[in-house]
């Protein structure tokens, strides 16, 4: 158990919907990572959030968006959903991010759009 | 072109033997070199991390990095049926440590 939590562990949800997934890091660290992760395209970087300010982003969609809250919990947000976005979405968190730090990754929400 | 290329495998060997995973890259800024651990339907786990080029050992595991060949490598001794699992190379930038590039990961598959 890494110490991060994500839910919910399963979501099925309809084309042109929108979802809310969930990540609590591990206690101590200020920096949440999300990443997405498909059988085509791999495990891709999508966006870091450091004590509640955006931090970088990689190839996240428009129509994706993502939030760190005061208690350092994050949320990532997709809408208009295509059959294309399902996928596992992981979270990731760690320390610091300037240098390196182990990323320690939750469990994963796997997204089904029918 | 990616910039991180990985053999998907599947790699199938038999109990005991030395496994080889592989990656190359292509962007030479590359400086922090991980490879994880991935079991079906779990997140992945760090094994190994290393800085620049060089080898590091960890029990089984050997992380190798040879930066002028833009090269990295895993090799795990002794593979036991619980070595099998996924395994991805991820690579990061100095000063944009925070963002992983991951390879696509190499299915293993250590019978007894």
């Known amino acids: 158990d890494s110490g991060v939590t994500q839910t919910p562990k399963h979501l099925i949800t309809a084309t042109g919907q929108r979802v809310t997934l969930r990540c609590s890091p591990r206690?101590?660290?200020?920096?949440v990572y999300w990443y997405q992760q498909s059988l085509d395209q791999g495990l891709q970087f999508l966006i870091q959030y450091y004590n509640g300010e955006e931090r970088a982003k990689g190839n996240i969609l428009e129509r994706f968006s993502a939030q760190q809250f005061p208690d350092l919990h994050s949320e990532l947000n997709l809408s208009s959903l295509e059959l294309g976005d399902s996928a596992l979405y992981f979270c990731?968190?760690?320390?610091?991010?300037?240098?390196?730090?182990?990323?320690?990754f939750g469990p994963g929400t796997r997204l089904t759009v029918l | 072109q990616k910039e991180v290329e990985q053999d998907p495998g599947p790699l199938s060997v038999p109990e005991g033997a030395i496994v080889s995973l592989n990656c190359t890259y292509s962007n030479s800024a590359f400086q922090y070199f991980m490879w994880y651990r991935q079991y079906s339907r779990k997140g992945p786990e760090l094994l190994m991390y290393t800085y620049s080029s060089g080898n590091k050992e960890d029990g089984r595991f050997t992380a190798q990095v040879d930066k002028s060949s833009k090269y990295i490598s895993l090799f795990i001794r002794d593979s036991q049926p619980s070595d099998s699992a996924t395994y991805l190379c991820?690579?990061?930038?100095?000063?944009?440590?925070?963002?992983?590039?991951f390879g696509q990961g190499t299915e293993l598959s250590v019978k007894p």
């Open positions: 991820a690579m990061s930038l100095y000063n944009q440590g925070g963002k992983l590039i």
């Open positions: 990731a968190s760690s320390v610091e991010s300037i240098n390196y730090n182990e990323q320690f």
């Open positions: 206690s101590g660290d200020l920096s």
